[in-house]
């Protein structure tokens, strides 16, 4: 979920319960249906400008008022109430804990993998890097040629410059915290 889309996720579920509105009610009034509503303020949805001015039009807002920046100060994030970002049923699901955002300078994804899962990324290029943390299991990361198990609470640098991959060798399933710092900002 980019900066735009977690604003107007935000700024829509905080609209709807400032005005007292259900989902329902608020596509009755809007004319954009109650999924499409519920997948933009879980941040899934990419709307577009049409479906905006739709709901501009029918809560009677300012397209400011549904964009403006969110400063979402200290937060809690529970897996079990997201959606994933990304997920290969039966293999591994993946979510995008906390997005880039204005003032901050990295990502985070929890990655829960089950039994012989493996995730394959390509190369992100030069300063590119991925600090893992395993949680739970153990997990075998793979970099170019080298390979690394790295196991619960254990910390991996990984540098992202090539293809790589993580997989579960294990007979159960495995949870890591992936954290990817913007290593062209300054810190």
């Not at 889309?5 to 709807?16: C, D, E, G, Q, S």
Request: glycine share 8%.
């Amino acid at each position: 979920m980019d900066d735009l889309n977690y604003n107007v996720a935000v700024n829509l579920k905080r609209i709807r319960r400032e005005k007292g509105m259900s989902l329902e009610g608020m596509a009755e009034q809007t004319g954009v249906s109650k999924s499409m509503l519920a997948q933009i303020e879980k941040g899934i949805a990419n709307p577009s400008l049409g479906v905006i001015g739709k709901i501009i039009g029918g809560l009677h807002i300012e397209f400011q008022e549904l964009i403006e920046d969110v400063s979402p100060g200290s937060r809690l994030v529970h897996i079990k109430e997201m959606e994933p970002t990304k997920e290969v049923r039966g293999k591994y699901k993946i979510w995008n804990c906390f997005p880039y955002e204005n003032n901050c300078v990295a990502k985070i994804y929890r990655i829960d993998m089950e039994p012989g899962a493996e995730y394959t990324g390509s190369s992100q290029g030069k300063k590119a890097r991925a600090y893992i943390s395993v949680l739970e299991g153990e997990v075998k990361i793979r970099c170019g040629e080298e390979a690394y198990l790295v196991g619960k609470e254990d910390v991996f640098c990984l540098e992202m410059d090539r293809q790589h991959s993580y997989r579960n060798d294990t007979a159960k399933r495995i949870s890591l915290i992936c954290f990817f710092p913007d290593c062209h900002k300054r810190y």
